[in-house]
């Protein structure tokens, strides 16, 4: 490309008072002014914060990135934007997911950026940001921030799925408040994301999967010095990538999306993946629809035994090869002719990639489960649908039928689950209300809500629960989440009552509730839909205008992109 057609000249490269403007101010941070006469300018999109603790680490790794843009003869420009920390932001994460999309892509749109490094980490940190890039679709791509080193309690190995063994433990008394208290630090030890294939993970291995990072993004620790050196190639390839004028589009056809559900089955990634994916595919114009997630998910088993889904953790799917190791293996599933931001082929990124340890990663032929990736299941209680993570659930429960025990909203569920009259047992169907993209609001993670106590000391490790929220990727269970439409947007899980008899069957994938069309209209006369009443600012605007679960919760609005062109000077 040659130095006129760079995007930044249409600031740095202006003469006179403009000119002028746009480039002595950026000279007070000590640029030379040969940076502004058609060097690359790489945009580094920085999800740092103190209150992001999986991304504290940022500051450091974006060093590594500018190193190699200058080495490529790029001049890289550090910004910031809304960072999402998934364990202290109230509600939920998911609430601002889509605003801080739009953080990105108007940034990225409104500054002289020829290309752009994407720093991604904790869950809500990787679509938002994807989704704002691709809205503007300039040369783009991610680098993650890389998983938690895993974590050693009393001589175990332990990861974020052990919050909710450790909290039913607790509950149970079987373990004391000071070794609760011991565990945090244990498990949490080194900087990076969540170390088992939570949802952070998933998202890590969905941008390598989409072909949107340099081959072994997904699982080199946080604390491994190769994750700098990653940091440091892709800061190189950027400035590569904006000569070549590979933009974000060029990768992230149809294909690419399909490779990204089968990988995503075949490492028991998360049941957000589908939420995110979803939008994501929508902001670049890809057609992509819930259904695609269970056809694309079939007959592709589990080759990665990594938590929640198996016994392992991020850093031991790194030594045994990586992803591109694993991708290796189910290359038959796989589009391998298509580009990647590295400027080779799928095929090309996964060749000669052995596999060192077959514990961690297997064959298809020795796969560690038959079952994996999103089930989506529909029915009467579902029409838009529903997802279940079968390799995640107990396979007895995978044809079950039992009766609801219904909560009104989370609150209720926290008020009445433990209590010892509640009326349920080991095959009551729970079913919670208004914890969906509008009713939440936000869609929180609590899908996979706990089960009463009476029935955990009685040994009950799994039941039925159906939700209209989501599910934290490093859950586990028969949960089935997502429901479609849901009950804030006068779904029929809105008029679900205590005693209801509710079918799962995951191999015909349906869900039925067995109640009359003729009962249904009796009990919206008898309580009719009331949409929430208006609210201002953003929480606002998001229940206005987000959309259901089966369309991934973008804003209607933000579908699509606007591109990259900005008419107007602002002098
Ligand atoms: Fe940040 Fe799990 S809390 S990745």
Redesign the pocket.
């Known amino acids: 490309m040659s130095e006129q057609k760079l995007r930044s000249q249409q600031w740095f490269g202006k003469t006179g008072k403009d000119g002028f403007i746009y480039r002595a101010w950026m000279k007070n941070q000590g640029i030379p002014d040969d940076y502004f006469q058609g060097k690359p300018v790489i945009g580094i999109c920085n999800t740092w914060s103190e209150l992001?603790?999986?991304?504290a680490h940022f500051r450091e790794l974006a060093e590594f990135v500018k190193k190699g843009v200058i080495e490529a003869g790029g001049f890289p420009v550090e910004f910031p934007v809304m960072s999402l920390?998934?364990?202290l932001i109230k509600p939920t994460a998911m609430l601002y997911r889509n605003l801080a999309s739009m953080d990105v892509e108007e940034s990225i749109r409104a500054n002289p950026i020829d290309g752009v490094v994407l720093m991604c980490?904790?869950?809500k940190t990787t679509p938002s940001l994807v989704m704002g890039a691709c809205s503007v679709d300039l040369p783009s791509l991610v680098i993650s921030g890389g998983?938690m080193m895993k974590g050693k309690f009393k001589g175990k190995e332990i990861g974020?799925s052990d919050v909710w063994r450790f909290a039913e433990a607790y509950k149970l008394g079987e373990l004391s408040q000071a070794e609760f208290i011991e565990a945090e630090a244990c498990m949490a030890r080194t900087p990076?994301?969540?170390a088992v294939m939570?949802?952070?993970?998933t998202m890590a291995t969905m941008v390598e999967a989409l072909g949107l990072s340099l081959p072994q993004n997904a699982a080199i620790p946080a604390a491994d010095v190769r994750r700098k050196v990653l940091a440091q190639q892709s800061g190189r390839r950027i400035v590569e990538m904006v000569k070549e004028d590979l933009k974000l589009s060029k990768v992230l056809n149809r294909q690419a999306f399909e490779n990204a559900i089968r990988v995503n089955a075949a490492t028991g990634g998360s049941t957000n993946f589908v939420i995110h994916l979803l939008a994501i595919a929508g902001r670049i114009g890809v057609e992509l629809d819930l259904d695609d997630f269970d056809k694309f998910s079939k007959q592709v088993p589990l080759l990665a035994n990594i938590q929640p889904s198996g016994v392992h953790f991020m850093e031991d799917l790194y030594y045994a090869g990586g992803l591109p190791a694993l991708m290796n293996q189910m290359k038959e599933f796989l589009h391998t002719d298509i580009i990647t931001v590295n400027g080779k082929t799928v095929g090309e990124n996964i060749a000669n990639t052995p596999i060192y340890d077959s514990n961690i990663i297997s064959t298809l032929e020795t796969a560690f489960k038959p079952d994996s990736g999103i089930a989506v299941v529909k029915g009467n209680l579902a029409p838009n649908g529903a997802v279940v993570k079968p390799s995640a659930a107990s396979p007895e429960l995978f044809k079950h039928r039992g009766k609801a025990v219904v909560f009104e909203n989370i609150e209720d569920y926290h008020a009445r689950v433990d209590d010892p009259n509640l009326d349920i047992d080991e095959t009551s169907v729970m079913v919670l209300k208004n914890v969906g993209p509008k009713g939440y609001p936000g869609m929180a993670e609590v899908g996979n809500m706990g089960i009463p106590k009476k029935l955990l000391e009685k040994g009950v490790k799994d039941m039925v629960r159906i939700s209209d929220g989501r599910m934290?990727?490093?859950g586990f269970g028969t949960v089935v989440l997502h429901v479609s439409p849901e009950s804030a947007a006068g779904g029929p899980l809105n008029w679900v009552q205590n005693g209801d008899y509710i079918s799962l069957d995951l191999d015909n994938r349906s869900i039925h509730w067995e109640v009359s069309d003729e009962e249904l209209e009796a009990r919206k006369l008898a309580q009719p839909f009331q949409a929430q009443a208006h609210i201002r600012g953003y929480v606002g605007l998001f229940i206005d205008r987000v959309s259901q679960a089966h369309e991934g919760a973008d804003f209607d609005f933000l579908k699509g992109g606007s591109g990259s062109v900005v008419t107007r000077d602002s002098h």
């Open positions: 992001t603790p999986c991304n920390g998934e364990t980490g904790c869950d998983p974020t990076g994301h969540c939570g949802t952070a993970s934290s990727g490093t």
